[in-house]
């Protein structure tokens, strides 16, 4: 059942002076995009149009037959954290880089806006990434290694951080590799509050037991799409859904892409429609910085319905631009 602390009683509740707004833990990765022909595509023996998991090796290997790319810091945990950053708010992430080029890159993008980065690089192996080809047809195929990002154990987290924050938040991508979903855990064994994205339905699939258990025993605000919440209620109804996943959790947040997004709490149940986006180019990155936008609006004591809009307003910014790090000139990055 939901944890009962003090402080958690209502998204309007009141602040208690924490140090840090939230702590996001999760994979650190670079987005390497580059312009790509499609015999490139065939001498690879990739699918056009598809995403994949890659080891190291054939990453490196596809990385050298790119040519010049552009290095785009992602990350879904690091994405939001970014985010609260640029609302405003103050946020640290851990993850972990390796000691290369990639891995400077995401140390700095991260840095640059003001989120807090401390976790030593590793000293061998590579940073991850998700290696994006782009054809003439402007499909793209996308190749992703996690190289060091899943190697992120217990002895790399700072517990003094963790408990300084008024919330630490944890994607779920990291409950595949072992020595990270310790590391996930172990987060949420000491954190004040926890907050929680589901991050892929086959992955709650995979783990449904272990992570049905893991949020009745730490979670205090859950972040899922639809098909997330499904999977994770074991329905394909979505309001019996909610019912159970509301037994594990204070609150429930449920997005719906253009049909705008549902929460769960104890402010009662609201609905909230999309921000309105004049055009959509890129949904990369948009359920990242709605968690942004709600965990920000948390910590400033919105309540639910405001919670639910700056998120919708954070995540209809990102999908208007080409990457899933968000521009600080844009509404409503810039109003801060």
């Given at each position: 059942?939901?944890?009962?602390?003090?402080?958690?009683?209502?998204?309007?509740?009141?602040?208690?002076?924490?140090?840090?707004?939230?702590?996001?833990?999760?994979?650190?990765?670079?987005?390497?995009?580059?312009?790509?022909?499609?015999?490139?595509?065939?001498?690879?023996?990739?699918v056009k149009g598809t995403m994949r998991l890659v080891e190291a090796d054939e990453a490196e290997?596809?990385?050298?037959?790119?040519?010049?790319?552009?290095?785009?810091?992602?990350?879904?945990?690091?994405?939001?954290?970014?985010?609260?950053?640029?609302?405003?708010?103050?946020?640290?992430?851990?993850?972990?880089?390796?000691?290369?080029?990639?891995?400077?890159?995401?140390?700095?993008?991260?840095?640059?806006?003001?989120?807090?980065?401390?976790?030593?690089?590793?000293?061998?192996?590579?940073?991850?990434?998700?290696?994006?080809?782009?054809?003439?047809?402007?499909?793209?195929?996308?190749?992703?290694?996690?190289?060091?990002?899943?190697?992120?154990?217990?002895?790399?987290?700072?517990?003094?951080?963790?408990?300084?924050?008024?919330?630490?938040?944890?994607?779920?991508?990291?409950?595949?590799?072992?020595?990270?979903?310790?590391?996930?855990?172990?987060?949420?064994?000491?954190?004040?509050?926890?907050?929680?994205?589901?991050?892929?339905?086959?992955?709650?699939?995979?783990?449904?037991?272990?992570?049905?258990?893991?949020?009745?025993?730490?979670?205090?605000?859950?972040?899922?799409?639809?098909?997330?919440?499904?999977?994770?209620?074991?329905?394909?109804?979505?309001?019996?859904?909610?019912?159970?996943?509301?037994?594990?959790?204070?609150?429930?947040?449920?997005?719906?892409?253009?049909?705008?997004?549902?929460?769960?709490?104890?402010?009662?149940?609201?609905?909230?429609?999309?921000?309105a986006v004049s055009d959509v180019v890129d949904t990369t990155g948009a359920g990242d910085l709605?968690?942004?936008?709600?965990?920000?609006?948390?910590?400033?004591?919105?309540?639910?319905?405001?919670?639910?809009?700056?998120?919708?307003?954070?995540?209809?910014?990102?999908?208007?631009?080409?990457?899933?790090?968000?521009?600080?000139?844009?509404?409503?990055?810039?109003?801060?």
């Amino acid at each position: 059942m939901p944890r009962s602390d003090d402080g958690r009683a209502g998204l309007g509740g009141p602040r208690r002076g924490n140090q840090v707004d939230v702590v996001a833990v999760g994979n650190a990765i670079v987005d390497v995009l580059a312009h790509t022909p499609e015999d490139v595509i065939t001498q690879q023996a990739l699918v056009k149009g598809t995403m994949r998991l890659v080891e190291a090796d054939e990453a490196e290997r596809l990385y050298a037959a790119m040519g010049p790319g552009t290095e785009m810091s992602g990350g879904a945990a690091a994405n939001t954290a970014v985010g609260v950053a640029l609302l405003g708010g103050t946020a640290h992430f851990v993850g972990k880089v390796a000691d290369d080029q990639l891995g400077k890159v995401f140390t700095h993008d991260i840095r640059a806006v003001g989120v807090g980065f401390d976790v030593p690089p590793a000293g061998s192996g590579s940073t991850g990434r998700c290696l994006v080809m782009v054809t003439p047809d402007a499909q793209r195929t996308m190749s992703t290694s996690l190289g060091v990002a899943g190697d992120l154990g217990p002895e790399d987290l700072d517990e003094e951080l963790l408990r300084s924050a008024e919330w630490v938040f944890l994607e779920g991508y990291f409950w595949d590799p072992p020595r990270a979903r310790a590391a996930l855990i172990e987060s949420a064994r000491v954190a004040a509050a926890v907050a929680f994205s589901l991050s892929d339905p086959l992955l709650v699939g995979r783990h449904h037991e272990e992570i049905w258990d893991f949020c009745e025993a730490h979670v205090d605000l859950l972040f899922g799409n639809e098909d997330e919440v499904l999977a994770l209620g074991g329905t394909d109804d979505l309001a019996e859904a909610i019912g159970k996943v509301r037994q594990l959790c204070e609150t429930v947040v449920v997005t719906r892409s253009e049909k705008g997004s549902l929460v769960a709490s104890s402010d009662g149940d609201v609905e909230v429609p999309a921000a309105a986006v004049s055009d959509v180019v890129d949904t990369t990155g948009a359920g990242d910085l709605y968690a942004a936008g709600f965990l920000a609006g948390r910590c400033r004591g919105l309540d639910a319905r405001g919670c639910a809009r700056l998120g919708g307003e954070a995540a209809a910014a990102v999908i208007a631009q080409i990457g899933a790090r968000p521009d600080s000139s844009v509404s409503p990055f810039s109003r801060q």
